[in-house]
């Protein structure tokens, strides 16, 4: 057993990596048995990495066609970030009121060291830190299935090479979104986290979608109106 997922594991990162630097570009075809040979594995742990692939939104699996690889386009990001609008924002709003010293402490660590990271342009390290800052906050919940979830939506897309650091916004942009955040949090006040949290996961998705968007292609400006409505009533 142990063998089995050290394989699937090492298939898995293999994977991963060639998707994300182009080398198996969005939608190229492959099948199990020619991966399986170019790997040098057997195909089971090739089976299982594809299904944690899929599980990404990395790959489709079409039935007697193999494995597809997809690329990530607008309607991917705005469907990943309603979602998390819709998890994050409340639970921002939840945080300024359960959050105890501890907590706050260690969320105001965290801004530090996003800071940091952030002035050293160490991407790898940045890219660590906002994971930990919305774990944090999804912590707050005391909803371990709200904090995987989190979790999953932001991986389903940064796994796929896709993020603003360094691209459509300076690392230090995102720091100062997430010390808005952590402030308001500090402050008692769910208001103003909330509307914190809101603004920080509405620019990254809109800056990402206009990255990823075909030549042409249109993002609306006012894509999270409609989910910001809903939350204005739910946290009201």
Known sequence: ?????????????????????????????????????????????????????????LVEIERNRGVRVRGVTVADVREVFELRLLLEVPTAAAAATRADEAVRTAIAANVAATREHGAEGDEAGFTAVDRDFHALVAETSGNQRLRDEVARLRDSIQARGVSTFGRSRPLSEVAGEHAAVADAIARRSPAEAAARMADHLERTATLLMGQVAATGEDVDPDWARDVRAALRLSTE
């Open 1 to 57: 057993m142990t063998a089995r997922t050290t394989a699937t594991d090492r298939v898995f990162a293999l994977l991963r990596e060639r998707i994300v630097g182009g080398e198996l570009p969005a939608g190229s075809q492959h099948s199990i048995y020619r991966l399986a040979d170019q790997l040098e594995v057997s195909r089971t742990p090739v089976r299982e990495a594809v299904l944690r692939l899929a599980d990404l939104g």
